[in-house]
């Protein structure tokens, strides 16, 4: 059984479609990484798969359930089955790291307070920061803010999350370890993750899929192996694109903006 199925789905913003006729699903125990060129919709894709936006025509199914059908109330149980680091690490910069990753549970479960802290001490300890329970966000680096937004998404103990690009912002080192994280939450937990990249390096390390989204199309959704064979040419360019063309030629620029005869 899919833990999520997008079926048809037509959406964007003011009648202006940015997503157009989209169908995908995710497993249980799968990491799709979607990928695709600045403005190609993967953020307004998210947001619809989210229950932040319904969409104009087609459906969005968690768990078998249509999430977008029936109250909001209907809505907001249905997403509590899944996490979301969203804008990685928005945190309540007046609580402490355990009081950002127990807030969740404390608004909208009836946990008592001792089972809590002992959900919430297991997430940090799994992200590695339980010895940073009692800071303030301000008193964490960027990459240990990420992994406190996983911590929190971990919160509730969804069987799924999404992501949008977690490692923005990261140094290279700091970004693969963000990737071993994202690993471990499959392999470990058995949870799938949704994430929006343009890591190429990271997409070919973490995905078990990887669907590619264009002008609001899906064009392809398919292995690692396949995205590397496929010979399609808006493919080859997305994942060659660091060997496209697009070098700058300083001296002919030079040249041009002097108005200099061609060398
Ligand atoms: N709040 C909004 N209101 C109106 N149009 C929007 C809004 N957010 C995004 N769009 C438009 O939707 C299209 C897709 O944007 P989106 O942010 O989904 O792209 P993206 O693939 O996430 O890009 P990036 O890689 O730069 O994050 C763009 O044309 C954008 O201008
Ligand atoms: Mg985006």
Known sequence: MSLLRV?????????????????????????????????????????????????????????????????????????????????????VSSLSIFDNVALPLRETTDLPEDVIEVMVRLKLEFVELLDKQDLL????????????AVARALARDPKLVFMDEPSAGLDPVV??????????????????????THELESAFKIASRIVVLDRGFIIFDGSVDAIRASDNPRIQALINRTAEPMAF?????YRRIMGLPEG
């Open 7 to 91: 079926d048809q789905l037509t959406g964007g913003y003011n009648g202006h479609v940015v997503i157009d006729g989209c169908s995908m699903q995710v497993d249980p125990g799968e990491v799709v990484v979607i990928m695709g060129g600045s403005g190609s919709g993967k953020s307004t894709f998210l947001k619809h798969l989210i229950g932040l936006k319904p969409p104009m025509s087609g459906s969005v199914e968690l768990n078998s359930e249509d999430l977008y059908s029936g109250s909001m109330n209907d809505r907001y149980r249905r997403l509590s089955h899944i996490g979301v680091a969203f804008q990685m690490g928005a945190l």
């Open 137 to 148: 966000p301000s008193e964490l680096s960027g990459g240990m803010l990420k992994r406190a």
């Open 175 to 196: 970004a693969s370890a963000l990737d071993d994280l994202i690993l471990k939450i499959k392999d470990a937990l058995g949870v799938s993750v949704v994430v929006v």
């Open 249 to 253: 030629d300083a001296e002919e620029h």
